[in-house]
C-alpha cells in the first residue's frame, strides 16, 4: 500500500485498485497484484506500468476533496475498463507490514543495480524472476524465509489499526478554515468537519462559553 502525505496518490498498481479518501481525507492506493513485470530500469528513475495509469489522471482538474479526486479517477479511464475506486474506511486500514515481516528477508537477496528485467507473479509469491543482460537467461531468488512452529505460533493476527479518523494539527486545521472561503460550499463543509488535535478541548471551551453567557444574561 502506499500513500500520499497531502494529495493524490503517486503509484497505483497495473491491476489497478485507486485509492480512497480515509482518515483524515488523504487519499491512500491499494495495491492488488496478480502480476507484475518491470523492465529496462534506468539509473535514478524507472517508468512502471503505474506511473503510466497515473499518466492518464488530469491533476490539473478543479477538484477540491477527496470525493472529486474519487470521480476524476473514475472516469481517466474507460479502456480496458474504467479504475476500481474503492472508499476506504479507517478500519479496513490494517497492520499489514508488521504481519508479513517474519515470512520475507528483511533485505533484497540480489544485487539491484545491474537488473535489466524483473518478475512478481502470485503463481510463485516465495520468489521473482530477474535476469541482468537484455536477452539472457531468467534467474529466480527466495525473497520469503523460513518460518518454524514457534515463530507460526507467536504471529499476530492482522488488526485495524484505525477506528477513527486521523487529527490533523491545530494549525493546519485553522489555515484551512481561512482558505476555505476559496471553495465551494461542499468543500467547505469537509474542511469544517475534519478532525484536528486538541478539537475536544476546543469543543469543551466553546460549551463552557456558551453556558457562561447564559448564565450572565440570567
Same mark, same amino acid.
Given at each position: 500500500?502506499?500513500?500520499?502525505?497531502?494529495?493524490?496518490? $503517486?503509484?497505483?498498481?497495473?491491476?489497478?485498485?485507486?485509492?480512497?479518501?480515509? +482518515?483524515?481525507?488523504?487519499?491512500?492506493?491499494?495495491?492488488?497484484?496478480?502480476?507484475?513485470?518491470? $523492465?529496462?530500469? $534506468?539509473?535514478?528513475?524507472?517508468?512502471?506500468?503505474?506511473?503510466? @495509469?497515473?499518466?492518464?489522471?488530469?491533476?490539473?482538474?478543479?477538484?477540491? *476533496?477527496? +470525493?472529486?479526486?474519487?470521480?476524476? #479517477?473514475?472516469?481517466?479511464?474507460?479502456?480496458?475498463?474504467?479504475?476500481?475506486?474503492?472508499?476506504?474506511?479507517?478500519?479496513? #486500514?490494517?497492520?499489514?507490514?508488521?504481519?508479513?515481516?517474519?515470512?520475507?528477508?528483511?533485505?533484497?537477496?540480489?544485487?539491484?543495480?545491474?537488473? $535489466?528485467?524483473?518478475?512478481?507473479? =502470485? @503463481?510463485?509469491?516465495?520468489? #521473482?524472476?530477474?535476469?541482468?543482460?537484455?536477452?539472457?537467461?531468467?534467474?529466480? +531468488?527466495?525473497?520469503?524465509?523460513?518460518?518454524?512452529?514457534? *515463530?507460526?505460533?507467536?504471529? =499476530?493476527?492482522?488488526?485495524?489499526?484505525? =477506528? =477513527?479518523?486521523?487529527?490533523?494539527?491545530?494549525?493546519?486545521?485553522?489555515?484551512?478554515?481561512?482558505?476555505?472561503? #476559496?471553495?465551494? *460550499?461542499? +468543500?467547505?463543509?469537509?474542511?469544517?468537519?475534519?478532525?484536528?488535535?486538541?478539537?475536544?478541548? *476546543?469543543?469543551?471551551?466553546?460549551?463552557?462559553?456558551?453556558?457562561?453567557?447564559?448564565?450572565?444574561?440570567?
Amino acid at each position: 500500500m502506499s500513500k500520499g502525505p497531502k494529495g493524490i496518490i $503517486r503509484d497505483v498498481s497495473p491491476n489497478a485498485i485507486v485509492i480512497s479518501p480515509a +482518515a483524515n481525507g488523504k487519499l491512500f492506493a491499494q495495491i492488488h497484484v496478480t502480476h507484475n513485470k518491470q $523492465r529496462k530500469w $534506468r539509473m535514478g528513475h524507472s517508468f512502471m506500468e503505474c506511473d503510466r @495509469d497515473m499518466c492518464l489522471v488530469n491533476q490539473k482538474a478543479n477538484v477540491e *476533496t477527496p +470525493a472529486d479526486w474519487m470521480e476524476e #479517477f473514475r472516469r481517466s479511464r474507460q479502456k480496458p475498463s474504467p479504475f476500481n475506486i474503492v472508499a476506504m474506511e479507517p478500519h479496513m #486500514f490494517q497492520n499489514v507490514t508488521d504481519y508479513v515481516k517474519p515470512f520475507y528477508r528483511a533485505s533484497c537477496p540480489i544485487a539491484t543495480r545491474p537488473l $535489466r528485467e524483473i518478475v512478481f507473479s =502470485q @503463481d510463485k509469491p516465495q520468489l #521473482f524472476r530477474y535476469r541482468i543482460s537484455w536477452n539472457g537467461p531468467m534467474d529466480t +531468488a527466495v525473497v520469503t524465509k523460513p518460518v518454524g512452529k514457534k *515463530t507460526a505460533a507467536t504471529l =499476530q493476527p492482522l488488526r485495524s489499526l484505525y =477506528q =477513527q479518523r486521523l487529527p490533523i494539527k491545530a494549525a493546519k486545521y485553522k489555515d484551512l478554515q481561512v482558505l476555505k472561503q #476559496f471553495c465551494s *460550499t461542499e +468543500a467547505q463543509h469537509f474542511f469544517e468537519s475534519l478532525p484536528y488535535d486538541g478539537m475536544e478541548d *476546543t469543543r469543551e471551551e466553546n460549551s463552557d462559553s456558551e453556558i457562561s453567557e447564559v448564565s450572565d444574561t440570567e
